[in-house]
């Protein structure tokens, strides 16, 4: 069974950095691009950019590009998502997909991760 | 960067057709997928490739694209599509993923 496990709610104050991550399972992990997606609260999705852990090419959306960092590390089957430095506007929601090499459609998605930035 | 447009919302009585556009740039030759969306819940795929339903969704849910607007259709709409819906492309000339901005569906 495919499976994206995404880690824990976090909470943090404004200037501090962050990683969480998206464990996949149960597929050939290094075939597959994994994307990040945020959805602020009460807004729409957004695509923030997608990595290829096969040989970890990263292609980000020009909204996130420098932003925040998309990462792997093939070993642990694990994708990451990473910011240095906060601000209130990355509360959000964040979602990691698997996304299908042939017509390029989402197949799976992780549960999310919540972010709550606030002095 | 390519843009996508959604109808905010879209009303319909049980039992009835739902028809929800996404509009875009010559989005008749690319590859547009659909996601719904419950509250406080993940999204899931219920169109890909245009017109193609995954295992587990319903044939009242069907799609099409052609020229510059993509449908999703709900057939016989159930008070448990309500929902929010999302369209969904990569566009090949700028290498990016783009969703639509959602709309949502609610059943009168």
């Known amino acids: 069974e495919v499976q994206l496990v995404q880690s824990g709610a976090e909470a943090k104050k404004p200037g501090e950095s962050l990683k969480i991550s998206c464990k996949g399972s149960?597929?050939?992990?290094?075939?597959?691009?994994i994307g990040w997606v945020r959805q602020m609260p009460g807004k729409g999705l957004e695509w923030m950019g997608i990595?290829?852990?096969?040989?970890?090419?990263?292609k980000y959306s020009p909204s996130f590009q420098g932003q925040v960092i998309i990462s792997v590390d093939k070993s642990m089957t694990t994708a990451f998502l990473q910011w240095s430095s906060l601000r209130a506007s990355d509360t959000a929601m964040y979602y990691c997909?698997?996304?299908?090499?042939?017509?390029?459609?989402?197949?799976?998605w992780g549960q999310g991760t919540l972010v709550t930035v606030s002095s | 960067s390519y843009v996508l447009t959604q109808p905010p919302s879209v009303s319909v009585a049980p039992g009835k057709t739902a028809t929800i556009a996404c509009g875009g740039n010559?989005?008749?030759?690319?590859?547009v997928h659909w996601y719904q969306q419950k509250p406080g819940q993940a999204p899931v795929l219920v169109i890909y490739?245009?017109?193609n339903r995954p295992s587990g969704i319903p044939e009242r849910f069907s799609g099409s694209n052609s020229g510059n607007t993509a449908t999703l259709i709900v057939s016989r709409v159930e008070a448990g599509d309500e929902a929010d819906y999302y369209c969904?492309?990569?566009?090949?000339?700028?290498?990016?993923?783009?969703f639509g901005p959602g709309t949502t569906v609610t059943v009168l």
């Open positions: 997909a698997r996304r299908q090499a042939y017509y390029d459609n989402i197949d799976y």
């Open positions: 490739y245009d017109s």
């Open positions: 969904h492309v990569w566009d090949n000339s700028s290498d990016q993923d783009v």
């Open positions: 010559d989005i008749g030759s690319k590859s």
């Open positions: 990595i290829y852990p096969g040989d970890s090419n990263v």
């Open positions: 149960g597929y050939s992990f290094r075939s597959y691009w």
